[in-house]
């Protein structure tokens, strides 16, 4: 899916892979490569960008809503969290973190609220795993009842394709 769009507003933005923060102005045309999990993957003056689907509007877009079924229980669901990890796309390929293999623990504390994720990213040197870590953060407090959410990032073991979903190597063509 490639859509070319003229920024509405000034649009902060993320460059891929590094995470460094940029800022594109408005009135400039971008390409939208990827629109997955309420964020963008585009391309402005030959860098490729992620843009949080907070800041839609100012591509001219509609942000994604993340919704839950509504339940009577006080308690967190583990079913509700993963949907909300699911949420979540690496920026350089559309493929969600969980069918990535790159979520390797979830403890939920229902005494506490608080949701502990342990996951990893395709590479240590990743730029974007600041940004990856804030989306996880984001997007689990989004699910009922939760009160806190830890995420620590770990590189033990290395994550491999083999960590992959089956269906997420065929989608990445890495599966022969």
Do not use: H
């Amino acid at each position: 899916m490639q859509k070319m769009v003229v920024t509405q507003t000034e649009c902060p933005a993320r460059r891929v892979p590094s995470g460094i923060p940029a800022v594109i102005p408005e009135g400039q045309f971008i390409t939208i490569n990827q629109a997955l999990g309420g964020n963008y993957t585009v391309t402005w003056q030959g860098n490729m960008l992620r843009i949080d689907g907070l800041d839609a509007a100012a591509i001219g877009q509609e942000p994604e809503v993340l919704s839950f079924t509504e339940s009577d229980s006080s308690d967190i669901s583990d079913d509700q969290v993963w949907q909300a990890l699911d949420s979540i796309y690496d920026p350089e390929i559309p493929i969600s973190l969980v069918s990535l293999g790159l979520i390797y623990t979830v403890n939920i504390e229902q005494d506490t609220k608080t949701v502990n994720v342990n996951m990893t990213l395709t590479a240590p040197g990743c730029g974007m795993g600041p940004v990856l870590v804030s989306d996880v953060k984001y997007r689990v407090a989004k699910v009922p009842n939760v009160e806190q959410v830890n995420v620590d990032l770990v590189f033990d073991p290395p994550w491999s394709r083999e960590m992959m979903s089956e269906e997420a190597q065929l989608e990445a063509g890495l599966f022969f």
